[in-house]
């Protein structure tokens, strides 16, 4: 159980010491990056034998989340373990933390994986979030309060990119949504008036040092992250101040240790609500890793192996734009290679792409970031990659 786990060490067996990571996602993949630059081996447990991060990683455990000789193997393997998926069973976090230093813990991705566990937590740490109610038997659908309406209805746990959630106008569509989303347990919140969308990556260590990247600005589109600027375009210094204590009091009110995202949505009224938190790096601090001094999966190896917290330092402006499998399809439904030269001629493009086979609409294949001196020059840019890719502008 100890740690720091020393870049360039070597284990017991004469290896060099491995990071290893539950999940295989791009999340994962861009850990693997980032612990590999450090001299560390990878390790990563996904039961997809072509996961993105799984086809860079030194090894590759290719069995499910709770499969006993799979967890074995990779405590065997690994000196301190971190999860890129927060769906990863607690209970496979809970067997890796008995043996072995897991960063954030069981108990902290417990909480992010259950919309009603995580609104509470929000509250602990006083911070508000929106109104909302448990959707779990027929007479808490009976007693569900009029005022949540118009209001949608999300699956307490699995959600993801807008999926298991369904808008409802009055009591007997929440009656049907609920039917229709299997009447597992849900959460119903009222809809919000959303003037924007922003989010905080926070890192915390198990000292209590707390350190922050910028506050980003978002733009969904269809429920899926589309676009990340940052400096938040728009949003006042008081609301970035306000929403980085909160994500740090968030952290701090879980003890938590790891990379942590939080979102929250900024209201008409100017109020600030928390919407969710993500125990892992995120979609939204993707940029971290072209415009700033430390990315957000630097800080993840950092906080794995159990080295020291610095504040990362944004040096250029960027926007982001997400590439999902819909721009590998021309008008005609024919599959397509988006057209990469000419959208990397463009100044300060950063492109990643995450090694998956087979397009599909909807799905994160990878995502460009535009980085520049000053920001309206990187969104100038985001909006010609945009349109070269066919993407909406914004
Ligand atoms: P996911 O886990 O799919 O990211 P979210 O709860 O973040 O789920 O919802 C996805 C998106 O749907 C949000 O980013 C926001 O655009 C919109 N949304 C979610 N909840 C609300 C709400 N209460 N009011 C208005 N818009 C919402
Ligand atoms: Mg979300």
């Given at each position: 159980m100890k740690r720091p786990i020393l870049p360039g060490s070597t284990g017991p067996d004469g290896r060099p010491a491995t990071l290893g990571v539950m999940g295989g996602g791009q999340l994962g993949r861009m850990f693997v990056q980032a612990a590999q630059a450090m001299g560390y081996f990878t390790a990563v447990l996904d039961a997809d034998p072509t996961s993105p991060a799984g086809l860079i990683a030194h090894y590759h455990i290719d069995t499910g989340y709770l499969d006993e000789q799979g967890l074995a193997q990779l405590m065997q393997r690994c000196a301190a373990i971190t999860t890129e998926f927060e769906n990863v069973p607690a209970p496979a976090l809970r067997t890796l933390g008995a043996h072995r230093p897991v960063a954030p813990d069981a108990d902290a991705v417990a909480v992010c994986q259950h919309r009603a566990a995580e609104k509470a937590q929000f509250r602990r740490a006083g911070i508000p979030c929106a109104p909302h109610a448990a959707i779990e038997t027929d007479a808490d659908l009976a007693a569900?309060?009029?005022?949540?309406?118009p209001g949608i209805l999300k699956t307490a746990t699995l959600g993801y990119d807008g999926k298991g959630q369904v808008a409802v106008e009055s009591p007997a569509a929440l009656a049907e949504a609920w039917a229709a989303l299997g009447r597992v347990p849900c959460v119903l919140e009222r809809r919000l008036p959303l003037a924007a969308e922003i989010s905080v990556v926070v890192a915390r260590d198990a000292g209590g040092t707390v350190v922050h990247f910028p506050v980003q600005r978002n733009l969904h589109r269809a429920g899926i992250l589309a676009v990340t600027e940052v400096p938040a375009r728009g949003i006042d210094e008081a609301t970035q101040q306000r929403a980085l204590q909160a994500a740090r009091a968030v952290a701090e009110s879980m003890a938590y240790v790891g990379v942590l995202c939080v979102e929250f949505f900024v209201l008409d009224d100017g109020s600030l609500v928390a919407n969710e938190m993500a125990p892992r790096p995120h979609n939204s601090g993707h940029y971290t890793i072209d415009a700033c001094d430390l990315s957000q999966f630097d800080l993840q190896v950092r906080t794995t192996a159990g080295l020291p917290l610095v504040a990362p330092r944004l040096h250029s402006p960027a926007v982001m734009l997400n590439l999902l499998g819909d721009l590998w399809f021309d008008a005609a439904g024919a599959e397509r290679t988006p057209p990469w030269p000419r959208v990397l001629a463009l100044p300060g493009v950063h492109l990643h792409l995450y090694g998956k086979a087979s397009p599909r609409r909807g799905r994160k294949m990878g995502h460009l970031t535009v980085t520049a001196p000053e920001a309206g020059q990187a969104r100038a840019v985001a909006l010609e990659a945009a349109a070269l890719l066919g993407l909406p502008p914004f």
């Open positions: 569900a309060d009029p005022a949540l309406l």
